[in-house]
């Protein structure tokens, strides 16, 4: 797949615009909010026609000691102060249900209540979706992501008509009109109730919390529930009241947590037959087509070809791929996940991502084959299944409770001092799959032929990106944005921090991955690597690994492959040292 512009990073300035939070704001407490950063701006880190300049590490320090309201807690109160008013708010002519990262009909917490609402008064449910393109830009979206929903939402649309369900689908070009323009679709509907499921972003936290009160002094109820997750955010919590930030206790209290609330597992049904009358009084909804992607998100005709093939959109393809996982390979899921080339995992994270899978589903689903209904017993395979989806719970617990993590900051704030290289010749050879080291190679151009990479393979880029190269972290956590099909931002960013040692629960920073090691240990044969670089494919042995330096130098630059562009000895010495420089210790 050809690089994206965005992978340009000297990428020129952007104009900045208002935000919620002005870097004109004086310091509060004598605490400055903003700080100068033009390396951060200069390569596309911080995005300045969206958000401010970046945070100051004190400013990190006020949400770490509850200073700061958080989003969510900003949404929560939104919600509690206003719940009895909106509960006083009569149906009126139908109900809507805001689709956003929930693409499917089954297990859905909001449509389920929205649904509900409608059948209780005999009215019409209608949905809609907002493709907003500031928005996929601001979160960075991948084109290959933007086509696989749009694809869904063709495939969403077919299935609520069959229940006479209109599904309304508009491009909004402006992204601050969007709650006027959901506004104005409500008194045209007759609509006095909207329901929707959380997101954890910042952005979208703080529109909802400005939204339930906007909404309410229009009259309209919007309800806003927890359904992301398996668990939601702030339902656990250490001994101490305070939020986890290691994964195995946090993950022992999640378990526990489920085992005493199993009706959290419980599916929710899908809506069911909306009344007659809908299909004509929606008519120019049912007869309404899915929007093109956006301009800045649009593929090309082969690759728009190659993704609809390797990835069909949809829930039933959903289902269907996580049924082939429990039938077929979850009995060998410990022993093969770690290995790119055995095509032992479940590859449903693309449905996570766009909400044609419930995190919930796929956890009740795993529970219902095995043995027991204990989560952490019985079946070890599928016990470990279990426990690599609730990353995806634990890391948006995570964004939820440290938000300045959604604000190019790293969990660790004090690891912002790190002396990065931006060097964009190593860069770019790392984007291409070009720094003549095999398994690192290889893994790239998975990512940009087919917009997923294998976990083993992500861990493998990253460290060597943040840690070998010294490039900075967040460069590669774009990029990965940029390209993946299944890119969630809680998932990358937690995903990033542990290899860059800058997150929540990360490896400490003199544990530096050796590409060479790892690719011996997890592609023994390098059938990973002679698939995805062929150039390599007449290497034999253990020399796939380290061609220039086991004796298949001719081979590999015969074929036109590259020498190593770092030599990681070398790399890791320089790592250590710039990190206890940064940090001012030697320990992690």
């Known amino acids: 797949m050809p690089l994206q512009k965005a992978t340009n990073i000297n990428r020129i300035k952007r104009k900045a615009i208002p935000s919620p939070d002005s870097p004109s704001k004086k310091p509060k407490n004598g605490v400055a909010p903003y700080k100068e950063s ?104 991948s084109p290959a992501r933007v086509d696989f929903i749009l694809r869904t939402l063709e495939i969403l649309k077919k299935d609520l008509g069959a229940s006479d369900i209109p599904l309304h ?20 509907w007759g609509a006095s109730h909207i329901y929707a499921n959380a997101e954890y972003e910042v952005d979208e936290l703080r529109r909802e919390a ?105 829930e039933q393809e959903a289902y269907a791929r996580l049924g082939m996982f429990l039938d077929q390979k979850i009995g060998q899921y410990k022993d093969s996940r770690n290995f790119p080339a055995a095509n032992g995992t479940a590859c449903t994270s693309v449905h996570f991502a766009a909400g044609t899978l419930a995190a919930r589903t796929a956890i009740r689903c795993a529970r219902d084959v095995n043995s027991t209904k204990q989560l952490d017993k019985g079946n070890l395979n599928i016990v470990s299944w ?13 964004l939820a409770h440290w938000p300045y993590i959604c604000m190019n900051k790293p969990f660790k704030p004090e690891y912002t001092n790190i002396e990065w290289e931006y060097d964009d010749s190593t860069f770019r050879a790392w984007c291409n799959g070009r720094t003549g080291y095999p398994i690192v190679d290889a893994a790239m151009r998975q990512l940009n032929n087919t917009g997923y990479m294998h976990n083993r393979c992500r861990m493998i880029v990253a460290s060597f990106l943040s840690k070998d190269l010294l490039n900075d972290w967040r460069m590669g956590e774009i990029y990965f944005m940029e390209h993946l099909i299944d890119g969630d931002f809680a998932s990358n960013n937690g995903g990033w921090g542990f290899s860059a040692s800058t997150g929540v629960d990360p490896q400490p920073y003199f544990r530096i991955f050796n590409p060479l090691l790892q690719s011996e240990k997890f592609d023994a044969e390098g059938e990973y690597i002679r698939k995805w670089v062929p150039e390599l494919r007449k290497v034999e042995g253990k020399a796939i690994h380290d061609p220039y330096g086991r004796g298949a130098g001719k081979v590999a630059e015969r074929e036109g492959y590259p020498k190593p562009i770092v030599e990681h000895k070398f790399a890791r010495d320089r790592c250590l040292a710039r990190y206890k420089a940064g940090l001012g210790r030697d320990t992690a």
Not at 99 to 128: F, Q, W
Request: with cysteine.
């Open 38 to 141: 033009p390396k951060e701006e200069e390569y596309g880190i911080v995005q300045r026609e969206f958000y401010p300049p970046e945070m100051t590490d004190a400013r990190c320090r006020q949400y770490n000691d509850n200073g700061l309201p958080r989003p969510i807690e900003l949404l929560e109160a939104a919600q509690k102060e206003t719940k009895e008013a909106r509960e006083n708010i009569q149906v009126k002519d139908a109900v809507v249900h805001w689709y956003k990262c929930d693409l499917r009909t089954r297990d859905n917490k909001a449509l389920h209540l929205a649904s509900e609402k409608a059948k209780s008064k005999g009215v019409p449910l209608i949905c809609m979706y907002i493709v907003s393109p500031q928005d996929l830009q601001a979160h960075i979206t």
């Open 210 to 314: 400005m939204m339930t009160r906007k909404c309410l002094a229009k009259r309209i109820s919007l309800t806003v529930v927890p359904d992301t997750c398996v668990v939601a955010p702030g339902e656990l919590s250490s001994q101490q009241g305070r939020q986890y930030a290691v994964y195995s206790p946090w993950y022992r209290a999640w378990i526990a947590y489920l085992h005493e609330h199993s009706e959290q597992l419980d599916p929710y049904s899908a809506p069911g037959q909306n009344p007659s009358r809908a299909r004509e009084k929606f008519k120019d909804i049912f007869e309404s087509k899915i929007p093109e992607a956006p301009e800045n998100k649009k593929l090309c005709a082969e690759e728009k070809n190659r993704f609809r093939n390797m990835w069909p959109a949809g």
């Open 386 to 398: 279990i426990s690599e989806v609730a990353w995806r719970d634990f890391y948006k617990h995570v």
């Open 169 to 188: 689908v508009v491009t909004i070009e402006k992204r601050k009109t969007i709650p006027d323009k959901i506004l104005e679709w409500c008194e045209k």
